[in-house]
Every structure is written in structure tokens, then in C-alpha cells.
């Protein structure tokens, strides 16, 4: 337990040494466990019956998206002072609770108590002798992931298969719409997800999207027809896995790697592109990202980058909040910076729309999934109107 300490204070010394990540919290009565994907804690101590819980990124610098996830369990029926000690950003995410990893709840705000400009609070658990898992938000792992690919591929027009490995080696997995397009090659779209680790209600907005395309409805069939729709989910494996804030295995983000592709990950993806060069396998219409932030916005092309793919986004922009008033969405167009994000690459390389879909960290659930279907409806409608036209 001291070493821990030691190392939380060398890191503040050195400011870059990487911590022991999932430290062993036993205490005896109470024990913090991480013995599961997507854990996080990176030091703890007891301090006069409270416990401190110490919650460091995988490297700096980094965005300010501490995440944090454990499991705790009690010799017997109590309520516990757990403090949150962010080293390197403030308090973000609210906690969110459940006791089998599966169901999830937000934690009473009665219960959470903030200090130092939010760098340290404090939660009020009430344990016993099964776990209660509290995490910055409901885990959805990889092995949830794989589930839900699985029962997508389960249509007879929709084929999996493995693009590739992650630093760690494990699998990235693709889904690919097929079709008679026989000599008319189809239009493409593609979909991409979970770059950044703790952006899970990003995937919580992709899956229904997803769903929405792949349903029996008149309009996706009729989208189907013409376009083949490509599915990269989940990116950034190692990162989910890992309970990382930002970064896969090698430290890197990768939505600041598409350009110079130095990532595995990224390199897929760049493979993946590649089919869409020249048109060689169809040409491209349009790229989703799926993200989080502290907001429910897209970041589309302004005017500037491009008026046809400015129209796109202003077109779909407008149709969904036509249909969706009451729920909180903005537009930002966003003049294509210099960095090497996906946005930025695919619309420098195909002069198609670019998009990231960004649902906020604690927006309502049941709205991110409500506009993510009426979001595939429309964006269905525009496509299909432009190709037909
Ligand atoms: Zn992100």
C-alpha cells in the first residue's frame, strides 16, 4: 500500500511516470476490487475508516476524461466514505452504480460531495457482502460488443469478420452489409466507434443507429439497395479493456492518428478506406464517428471546408430537430483543423461529408437512443434523395 502512495508522489514529482494500474485495495473489511475489463483505480489507502481511492491516466498529457471503475464488498452491511483523488484532471463523470455490471443506475446526488474545484469527491456507499459496482459510466466492454456484432450478423445480409488486431492483439471486428449490386458497384457508408475509451454513450447512440439501418423497415431496405453500410464499432479494444481515458495500448490517441497512421488500429482503417480510392470498390458518400463529450452536437464541415458537405450536414441537422424539438442536439460546423482526426482525414481524402456524432456524458439514455433511430432515418432519406436524384 505505501509503494502506491510513493508512486502517486513520484508521479507528481516526475509528472510522467506511469502509475501501477488496478492496485490491489484489500482492507480487510471492506475490499475494492478490479478484477474485471474496464477497471480502474490506481492507488488506495484507509485513512481514519474513510478509504481513498487514488484515479491517474495511462499517460499525459491527455483529455480530461478520468475515468475510474471498481467493484466493493463489505464483511457486512455498512456505509462507507469513498473519496475519488483525481491526480491529473477534475471530477467528470457521475458515478454510476449497479449491482451485477449489467443494470445500471446514476448514484444519488445526496450522496456525492465535492472538493478542491472538484479534483477530490466524496461517495457515500452503502455496501454489504455482494459487490456493488460503481464505475464513470455502465460498462459496456468488449465482450458486449462482441455479443451485439454477433446477433447483428445474424442477418442474412450482414457478414463479420475480424479487420484486424490491436496492439494487444485482440480482435477488431468490421461489419459489412452484402447485396446484389452486381455491375453497379454500391454506395458506400461507414460507421466508426469508441476511438476514446470512456465515450460510452457514444456507443449507446451507435448500436441503435446501427440497428436502425439493419431493421426490416421499408426505407432500410430500400437503403440497402443501394448502399453498403461498414461498421467498425469499436476501434480501440485495448483502451475499453484497459479502463483507459484516452489512449490505445501504445499511449497514442487515435483520432489524432489518421494521416500519419503509426497505429495499428488506424492503419486498419486506413486499409479500409483504401477500397473507396478511385472508386475502386464504389464510391464513398459518408463517414460517422461516434463519440462523447459534455454535450449532444455533430461536428460536420463548415462552408468553408466544403458547400456540399456543409449542405449535408445542415440538411440532416435540420430534419432531425424538426422531428426531435424537445431534445437538447447542436451543430457545430467546424472549419477542418490541421489535426489528423477521422473527420478531418476522410473528408481531405474523399471530399465527402465527415462527421462526429458526440452524445453528452450524461445525457438522458433513452433520448441518445430516440435520436440516433430518428437520426439513421433521416440521414437514409437524404442519402437515398441524393442518389436518386
Ligand atoms: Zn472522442
Known amino acids: 500500500m505505501k509503494s502506491l502512495l510513493i508512486s502517486v508522489l513520484i508521479l507528481f514529482v516526475t509528472g510522467q511516470m506511469a502509475l501501477a494500474k488496478n492496485a490491489t485495495c484489500d482492507f480487510g473489511a471492506v475490499k475494492f476490487l478490479t478484477d474485471f475489463p474496464t477497471a480502474r483505480i490506481n492507488g488506495c489507502e484507509e485513512k481514519s475508516g474513510d478509504y481513498h481511492l487514488y484515479i491517474s491516466p495511462e499517460t499525459k498529457p491527455v483529455n480530461p476524461s478520468p475515468w475510474y471503475g471498481f467493484k466493493v464488498i463489505s464483511d457486512k452491511k455498512r456505509t462507507i466514505n469513498v473519496y475519488l483523488n ?22 444519488d446526488a445526496r450522496k456525492i460531495t465535492r472538493y478542491n474545484e472538484d479534483r477530490k469527491v466524496r461517495l457515500k456507499l452503502a455496501v454489504d457482502d455482494k459487490p456493488l459496482w460503481v464505475s464513470a459510466q455502465e460498462i459496456f466492454n468488449n465482450q458486449q460488443y462482441d455479443l451485439w456484432s454477433q446477433h447483428m450478423a445474424g442477418k442474412d445480409f450482414v457478414d463479420r469478420r475480424v479487420l484486424g488486431k490491436s496492439v494487444e492483439g485482440r480482435p477488431i471486428y468490421k461489419l459489412e452489409t452484402t447485396g446484389n449490386w452486381q455491375a453497379d458497384k454500391p454506395a458506400n457508408l461507414l460507421l466508426v466507434g469508441r476511438q476514446h475509451p470512456p465515450e460510452v454513450t457514444g456507443a449507446l447512440a451507435l448500436l441503435p443507429f446501427v440497428e436502425t439501418i439493419l431493421s426490416d423497415s421499408r426505407l432500410a431496405r430500400r437503403f440497402r439497395d ?17 479502463g483507459n481515458w484516452r489512449m490505445n495500448a501504445n499511449g497514442r490517441d487515435l483520432n489524432r492518428d489518421w494521416g500519419p497512421f503509426t497505429q495499428p488500429e488506424t492503419r486498419l482503417m486506413r486499409t479500409e478506406l483504401d477500397r473507396f480510392r478511385d472508386e475502386k470498390d464504389g464510391k464513398l458518400y459518408l463517414m460517422l464517428d461516434f463519440h462523447s463529450t459534455y454535450e449532444n452536437l455533430i461536428y460536420t464541415q463548415s462552408t468553408e471546408d466544403s458547400p456540399d458537405s456543409a449542405r449535408f450536414a445542415r440538411d440532416w441537422y435540420g430534419a432531425i430537430k424538426k422531428r426531435l424539438p424537445d431534445i437538447a442536439f447542436k451543430h457545430d460546423p467546424r472549419h477542418n483543423t490541421k489535426l489528423p482526426t477521422s473527420k478531418g482525414y476522410v473528408h481531405k ?13 450524461e445525457s438522458d439514455r433513452g433520448e441518445i437512443r430516440r435520436l440516433a433511430n430518428v437520426a439513421a432515418e433521416e440521414m437514409m432519406k437524404i442519402l437515398l434523395g441524393a442518389f436518386e436524384e
Open 86 to 107: 483525481y491526480t491529473y484532471a477534475k471530477h467528470r463523470y457521475w458515478p454510476k452504480v449497479s449491482r451485477d455490471g449489467l443494470r445500471w443506475s446514476t448514484l
Open 226 to 242: 443501394k448502399f453498403r453500410i461498414i461498421i467498425v464499432p469499436n476501434l480501440n479494444p485495448d483502451g475499453v479493456f484497459n
Open 349 to 361: 481524402t474523399f471530399g465527402v461529408p465527415a462527421i462526429t456524432y458526440e452524445m453528452g456524458d
